[in-house]
């Protein structure tokens, strides 16, 4: 098969640690006998600096042509740091989710049994978690009416959801708690908020559709609580977007490395695929930033594709490179690989199973021949 995917490589190390996930898509290519055509565009910073622009006319027309788009990073401190910049890099990224539909952000977190000593969090607690958390992401209050007042003293921002918004996201999540353990947890403020009373009543109603789910509901406050005492209790978080924004970076400490975690955001016609860390400028171009999320992120892409075999050869080499701890200085600092040479080793061991093992003692000679 062939898939025309659009890359925006993004700032800081988005270009490097996209580049790693391009090299594990083409070993699968070479493997499973796809084509993968890659077109590449701006959007971020470097689209400010280039077209005066966050989001491209040129990039946008891509997107909507292509089918997946595999995004790095976006962000940079001469605007982050400038609180009157009136154009910013995550402009753009809100214009593409919103123009393109991508109304569902799919966060999986995992604990790593590899790495769960680098967890704030106990063993016991985090040992077996797996959740994937669906976020709302078109909708809310970070798209609705934003006032300040003419003294400047009073702000407002507005919040709203329709039974639409709600039920389309909501048949994704339930459906993929049918292809996990079946059980659907809905987050919300219920007590307090129209709006998630809205989401309670139109998922309630909706439930009898998936009488194999298990539903439940947790005020959000109680929930952030309980990710941290007790996340293996939960299959498939559903909740909006602000929830959804808090929520997912607090679930990103449990598996003990940032570096590790992918997100996809889909909507009904193309669906756009990134690491969640930020751009991280101060490790550009040193060849030293983690790409395993962002190569996690193709697998995510494949699965998008419906090619689950070939998602899962990129996640059985990316945990045969925390076995073999052949990983970047922010998860192995006494004996830590490249950025570049994590990249090669995934490729190599999609492409060469039952030699990337034979070959580890050559790896740490710097002797393999995917160096």
């Known amino acids: 098969m062939k898939y025309n995917i659009a890359v925006i490589p993004g700032d800081g190390i988005g270009p490097e640690v996209t580049a790693q996930a391009k090299k594990a898509l083409m070993a699968v290519a070479n493997v499973y006998n ?3 055509s890659f077109k590449e565009a701006l959007m ?16 946008l027309s891509l997107c909507k042509k292509s089918d997946a788009i595999l995004f790095g990073a976006i962000g940079h401190p001469k605007y982050d740091n400038d609180p009157k910049a009136k154009v910013r890099p995550e402009q753009g990224l809100l214009k593409l989710r919103k123009d393109l539909g991508l109304f569902c952000n799919v966060r999986p977190i995992k604990a790593y049994e590899q790495l769960i000593g680098n ?14 958390i669906y976020r709302e992401l078109t909708g809310g209050i970070y798209f609705g009416i934003k006032e300040l007042s003419d003294d400047k003293t009073i702000a407002f921002d507005g919040c709203s959801y329709s039974v639409e918004e709600i039920e389309r996201i909501a048949h994704l999540a339930f459906k993929e708690a049918q292809n996990r353990r079946k059980k659907l947890t809905l987050v919300d ?3 307090v908020l129209e709006t998630s009373r809205l989401w309670r009543k139109t998922i309630t109603a909706m439930a009898n559709q998936y009488p194999d789910v298990q539903l439940d509901f947790l005020f959000v406050d109680n929930a952030a609580m309980q ?3 007790n996340p ?12 959804g924004d808090i929520l997912s970076d607090e679930a990103s400490v449990i598996g003990g490395s940032i570096g590790l975690l992918a997100s996809a955001s889909v909507g009904k016609k193309t669906a756009l695929f990134e690491p969640i860390h930020g751009s991280y400028p101060q490790a550009a171009g040193k060849n030293c930033a983690n790409p395993l999320a962002a190569i996690l992120s193709a697998a995510l892409l494949l699965q998008h594709l419906g090619l689950h075999k070939e998602a899962n050869a990129i996640t059985n080499a990316v945990e045969k490179s925390l076995e073999l701890e052949i990983s970047t200085e922010d998860l192995n600092p006494e004996r830590a690989f490249t950025t570049s040479k994590v990249g090669d080793f995934i490729a190599d061991y999609i492409e060469n199973q039952q030699d990337s093992n034979m070959n580890f003692m050559n790896i740490h000679m710097g002797q393999s021949t995917i160096i």
């Open 232 to 243: 293996k209790q939960f299959d498939v978080i559903l909740t909006e977007n602000l929830f």
């Open 189 to 191: 403020k219920a007590n």
């Open 44 to 59: 971020g910073a470097c689209a400010i600096d280039a077209t005066g622009a966050p989001l491209p006319d040129e990039t």
């Open 34 to 36: 796809h084509s993968f």
């Open 119 to 132: 967890s704030p969090l106990k063993k016991e607690i985090i040992s077996g978690t797996d959740i994937v």
């Open 227 to 229: 990710l941290i005492l």
